[in-house]
């Protein structure tokens, strides 16, 4: 794939990103698109943020990428790592049904917690919003 067709397609998931539906994201101190995390990450250690993202389920953690494409090349540098505050409400099987869709995420955001073996830029931890966003 064409790196004009990436970029096209990461600006059209940031763009998505931007229209906020319901209560989600209603605690959350910021609504903003997840470049804005990878990029900066320590300007919004410990705020509360509400993110749009490709997910990607794994036992070892989960995590949420800018775009599908982005998470086709496994690139944690363009990515988030997630936490959940409350395990049992987040359970492995809820977790699953969310892999590889594209998922509103509400939680604290940290720059220190680097995820999976120190790859990631950040992680949203405390996650107390895991939705479904758009068509999956």
Known sequence: MSD????????LTLLGSLFWAGNVGAQADLQLSLVNLIATPERFNGQRVFVVGFMHYALT?????????????????????????????????????FDKKYVAVEGRFTSMHHGHMGRFPGAVEDVTVLRAWGRN
């Not at 004009?4 to 600006?11: E, Q």
């Not at 944690?76 to 959940?84: G, R």
């Open 4 to 11: 004009s067709l990436l970029c096209r397609r990461a600006a």
């Open 61 to 97: 953690g989960d995590s949420i990428y800018l775009s599908r494409d982005l998470y086709d090349s496994r690139d944690p540098t363009n990515a988030i790592w997630l936490e959940y505050r409350n395990p049992e409400e987040f359970s492995p099987l809820f977790r699953s049904g």
